[in-house]
């Protein structure tokens, strides 16, 4: 068998590559899981009134805005512990967790209100 040497050349930009490949890795987002309480089931968009009802039961609180028009239709909020329901009539438009976070989908497109540039 023949004794390979390699350059220092060689050897110095494969070392590079492997710490810089390491690099990366460290620096690479870590998708953090949400809490069990926030992954729960929440009513979801169009469920009724009445299925929200037959699902978590009775609602803490309820209250309604609007309902002048066909312009501005009844929403109904109906509160549970934990989360909120907003109906539009009697239809789920969403539902809520007070202080979740909140999931940003194609935040790159976001534009500055100023004019100024992207956020």
Request: proline share 9%; hydrophobic share 40%.
């Amino acid at each position: 068998m023949r004794n390979r040497r390699y350059r220092p050349s060689v050897l110095l930009a494969s070392g590079m590559l492997a710490v810089s490949g390491g690099a990366a890795a460290q620096n690479a987002p870590v998708a953090i899981p949400p809490p069990a309480s926030e992954t729960a089931a929440l009513p979801s968009r169009g469920m009724s009134m009445a299925a929200v009802r037959s699902l978590f039961g009775e609602p803490a609180s309820q209250s309604q805005a609007g309902g002048t028009g066909p312009a501005q239709p009844l929403i109904h909020r109906w509160d549970y512990p934990g989360f909120s329901v907003f109906f539009e009539r009697s239809a789920v438009i969403d539902s809520v967790r007070p202080g979740a976070r909140t999931v940003l989908h194609h935040s790159e497109e976001l534009r500055r209100a100023d004019g100024a540039g992207t956020l």
